[in-house]
């Protein structure tokens, strides 16, 4: 009989330190079912970031290399220059791409660096307990934005739109932002990490995978209540979708 | 057949030298006065089919070169002084996560963005730990060309072996001056040390590598920086090295590295030829500092020169055990002792 469904071989069978509803989780199975699927676990590394998803070493079945906060993409850059035939994944949170590490993360892009970075966006710093984020979005409270987050008056800056803003370089080729808050997202999100992956083992350049997730401890919200908040807060601001596809045969997968 | 022998930039020979020393990655961003070195791989690692990026800042460099030696790859940076403050972080992060990698520091006035003219302020923070934490790596400090061009191509050999960073401390100096250099025959590399701890080509692995230096438990983490330092302790006994000349007689022992140490060859031989009975005693290992020799010495007097306020002079103090009566002349802000200043000093010290 055919076994449809089962436990990604890429992830280890262990529970996560990740709070309930946190988005981590849900990411990880999604990544490893694609790389089980493409057939690549002996050969896939992930560069793990410092932030809640640092522990990303301990759940996936493969290499890994962890850099300091926000160098990733430095890292995994030379890791995929060294390793082409192999599937490196740059695994980043928002305060790790947006901020302390947004020249890394714009060069490598720029320089179309062969690996895929898997953004994961929660609008917050998890890991350091609530701290306003590049992502946080404006009213939205954080430890350091106690009043909300207020561009304007605080000088707290905007959101930045990381996929729009890297769209304009010419080594971004793959940009698309997903969410893992209901069923029919998370399918969607998987095909854009297959995608994604696909393009970097043709050697296709560089490919980013926005995901909005959800952090309930951190927005003190319940999961049901953070799951509706990722619908009805983040999506207005950061719209799902492929935001550039300049994969070859991007017309052709259209229709898929 | 003879070896060759070619007239090159400090700068250049060091970029010859890894090369031949089979570097696979070398990443960099420019910054005088180790430009030459950056442009000398832009060209040859090319050249080479190996791989060269120039990044975005020395911040993503150290860290590129930390990616690449994590997958085994022999991988390196050069800067100068403020570029290597920044590296600092991605150099803590080397040592704790035990990547070898070769960093080339060719020193220039600090602190701030200070002067372009050789110097040696970096010693303290080449020899303590640049970064956060406990840790140290391997320094090595050139006084030519040659030398330059030779302690690469060991730095490579040195940071696989013992799986730390090596760093060149050169200085402005010694890269910019054109010397006669015999380079080393490129090495094969089959001799090159196994790295079975590396990411990527799992094959028949059957453990995963994770290169990585955090560790929450601190009961784990106290024992394993234990582990580290024992490994240090095999370091200060069979890297250490160091040159002496006219020890036995010596009234005065002259103590310094790199550039200044040059000088002080010059004046020392001035002073013999007076008749003042002057020796030399020149760390070429920083780290590990010659702390027995210096010992074995204690109670000799020393002169140490620098090209900066006084660091290394805290060394020569410390391990001849204060029972040593050590003095110092330096100069900073880029400018550079002469032969006959360090004589006038000898002279002074000497009453003669």
Known sequence: ?256 | MAAEKRLMKGNEAMGEAAVRAGCDAYFGYPITPQNELTAYMAKHMIDHKRVFIQAESEVSAINMVYGAAATGARAMTSSSSPGVSLKQEGISYACGADVPMVIVNVARSGPGLGGISPAQGDYFQSTRGGGHGDYHHIVLAPKSVQEAADLTFEAFDLADEWRMPAMILADGMIGQMMEGVVLPEPKDPATRVAKPWAVGNKGKRTELNHVDSTQLVPENFEKALHVRYARYDEIKKTVVRWEEQNLEDADLILSAYGTSARVCLGAMQMARKLGLKVGLLRPITLWPFPEQRFGALAGKRFLVVEMSMGQMVEDVRLYTHGKSEVSFYGRCGGMIPTEEDVLAEIRRILKK
């Open chain 1, 1 to 256: 009989m055919e076994l449809v469904y089962g436990h990604p071989k890429s992830l280890k069978p262990v529970q996560t330190k990740y709070c309930p509803g946190c988005g981590h989780g849900v990411i990880h199975r999604l990544i490893t079912e694609v790389i089980d699927e493409m057939g690549m676990q002996e050969k896939s590394i992930i560069l793990n970031p410092v932030g809640c998803s640092i522990w990303a070493s301990l759940y996936f079945d493969f290499d890994s290399v962890q850099v300091p906060h926000g160098r990733t993409p430095a890292g995994a850059t030379a890791v995929k220059r060294m390793l082409p035939d192999h599937l490196v994944i740059c695994y980043q949170g928002d305060g790790d791409l947006a901020a302390i590490g947004t020249a890394e993360a714009v060069h490598a892009a720029n320089r179309g660096e062969k690996f895929t970075t898997i953004f994961v966006n929660n609008a917050i710093y998890g890991m350091t307990g609530g701290q306003m984020a590049p992502t946080t979005l404006v009213g939205q409270k954080a430890t350091t934005a106690p009043y909300g987050r207020d561009p304007v008056e605080a000088g707290m800056g905007y959101p930045i739109r990381v996929l729009e803003m890297l769209a304009t370089l010419g080594g971004t080729k793959y940009l698309a932002r997903g969410a893992v808050n209901n069923a029919a997202n998370v399918r969607k999100t998987k095909q854009y990490i297959k995608k994604a992956f696909e393009a970097q083992m043709r050697g296709e350049g560089s490919s980013m995978v926005e995901i909005l997730s959800q952090c309930p401890t951190n927005w003190a919200m319940d999961p049901v209540d953070s799951v509706g908040w990722v619908e009805s807060a983040m999506m207005p601001f950061y719209a799902l979708g492929e935001v550039k596809n300049e994969l070859a045969g991007a017309g052709k997968e259209a229709g898929k």
